[in-house]
């Protein structure tokens, strides 16, 4: 976006007049033609193509990919937690020497930790003072996001929820899978 609001696509400079009527025209145009959609792309004027290509298109491929790589380590998180689970690691020995002996089921693989205490903390940032959102036990999987100083966002799954949960724990209770 530039200072004096238009928009720089491709090189050329786009008002947000030139924004304005273009896409008035195309949504004219679609109401006249219908589902005939070739007919409306051809006749396209050049801001709304520069709008398709440059931001429309690169957003739905995120998006869409974002969506993959969820389902992905949704997947990832409950095969590995299933071998945590199979393992009866109680105690954070028995958890980390299982975490040395598991092969991450992708390339992505630094991206897994499993936590080594019992009653682990998530707070919904990384302070002390943060309130707690939910604790984990021993032997959960979990996926790593970053880490702050002593701190490591994750995400994690917890039952009846649709989306991985997201919180911060210290990060001397998780070891990574290897």
């Known amino acids: ?8 696509l491709d090189g050329e400079a786009i008002t947000i007049e030139e924004i304005e009527d273009a896409l008035a025209a195309f949504f004219t145009r679609i109401r006249e033609v219908g589902s005939d959609l070739a007919l409306v792309v051809g006749r396209w004027r050049r801001p709304v193509r520069a709008l398709i290509v440059h931001i429309v298109i690169p957003l739905l491929v995120s998006y869409s ?4 790589l969820a ?17 009866n690691a109680a105690t ?39 309130p707690i959102k ?3 036990r021993i032997g959960t999987v979990v996926r790593f996001i970053e880490k702050r100083g002593r701190w490591t966002r994750i995400q994690f799954d917890i ?20």
Do not use: I
């Open 71 to 87: 389902a992905q380590s949704s997947q990832e998180l409950q095969q590995l937690q299933r071998h945590f689970d199979a393992q």
């Open 65 to 68: 990919v974002g969506l993959y």
């Open 92 to 130: 954070r020995r028995e958890v980390v020497k299982a975490a040395g002996a598991v092969t991450a089921p992708s390339a992505v693989d630094l991206q897994w930790r499993v936590v080594t205490g019992d009653g682990l903390r998530v707070r919904g940032r990384p302070s002390t003072k943060a």
């Open 159 to 178: 039952q009846n929820a649709e989306e991985l949960v997201e919180g911060w724990v210290f990060n001397k209770y998780l070891t990574r899978v290897r």
């Open 134 to 136: 939910t604790t984990l």
């Open 1 to 8: 976006m530039n200072p004096d609001g238009s928009l720089t």
